[in-house]
């Protein structure tokens, strides 16, 4: 399935998204993974996997459905919080985030992208401000409707295929057996992950989560 460009988000750097009064400003978090049961526990839907932790800990409900995603909304530690969850299929995931941000004007520093990541170790967490797509669709849809990559990732290692697997199919196969059993603690680790960078920000969020494992672009 080819990506589609839709008209860019207009570039700002995250500093001139951050109004003065940046404490009550809402937070975005999205999950991105693909729509549909027969993809409900492929590795490629670990970011809607860990979207349903939070909603689970937040005591959230996706019950709507706006700018082409399922939304879930509510407050932690007094900030509004939008979960999403796009249903576009994974590379066209710009088409929903854009919107979604220009629509409650999240700044660029409050909207987290949770998804998955062949090139970490299985279960491994890393965090970054920004930065490239790194041959995932899903967040080079994203950085073409947006119009910037400069916004922060939470990403969950999924390790790398076996043998000459090629890494499409991988990704779209379930967990096997031994990694679902890690998955419920990993995602745990995930979610409070994101609630740390909704609660103290990105960078020291990364200095409790980020491990000593090689961060490969």
Not at 48 to 54: E, G, N, Q, S, T
Not at 159 to 171: I, L, T
Request: neutral net charge.
């Amino acid at each position: 399935m080819k990506d589609s460009t839709t008209p860019a988000f207009e570039s700002r750097t995250i500093s001139s998204f951050i109004p003065q009064n940046e404490e009550i400003q809402p937070f975005l978090v999205v999950g991105l993974g693909n729509p549909g049961r027969e993809y409900q526990e492929n590795r490629h839907n670990t970011g809607f996997m860990l979207a349903m932790v939070l909603a689970e800990q937040l005591k959230l409900n996706f019950s709507r459905v706006e700018m082409k995603a399922i939304v879930a909304k509510g407050k932690y530690e007094g900030r509004q919080i939008i979960l999403a969850k796009p249903q576009t299929f994974m590379n066209l995931s710009g088409q929903s985030v854009a919107p979604l941000a220009r629509y409650y004007k999240i700044p660029l520093a409050n909207t987290l992208v949770i998804y998955d990541d062949v090139d970490l170790p299985f279960g491994v967490i890393r965090l970054r401000p920004g930065g490239g797509a790194g041959g995932h669709n899903g967040i080079k849809s994203i950085i073409q409707s947006m119009g910037t990559q400069d916004f922060p990732r939470l990403r969950i290692g999924i390790d790398r295929p076996p043998g000459r697997m090629e890494a499409a199919d991988y990704v779209l196969q379930d967990f096997s057996s031994f990694e679902k059993k890690a998955l419920s603690q990993i995602l745990g680790r995930g979610a409070e992950a994101a609630l740390t960078i909704i609660s103290n920000g990105i960078d020291a969020a990364m200095n409790i989560y980020n491990g000593n494992t090689k961060d490969e672009d």
